[in-house]
């Protein structure tokens, strides 16, 4: 059962990061470490892939 009502529970919902997550950051920032710097954020692709990167055809998703 759940302890909130209808408008708090959405409003918890509305302030969980969908981007840019913590586990996103450290990630991109160890890429950059390793210098691969050719990914993209932003692409249109089925399941909306957290990075892409185009010239090898790689989707990462990140879990976290």
Do not use: W
């Not at 509305?14 to 160890?30: A, G, L, M, V, Y």
Request: overall charge positive; hydrophobic content about 40%; charged content about 30%.
């Amino acid at each position: 059962m759940d302890n909130l009502n209808k408008k708090q529970r959405s409003f918890c919902m509305s302030q969980i990061k969908s981007i840019n997550t913590k586990n996103e950051i450290i990630f991109r920032k160890f890429l950059r470490m390793k210098g691969l710097n050719s990914y993209r954020l932003k692409h249109k692709l089925l399941g909306s892939p957290d990075l892409f990167f185009p010239t090898k055809r790689i989707a990462v998703f990140i879990d976290g």
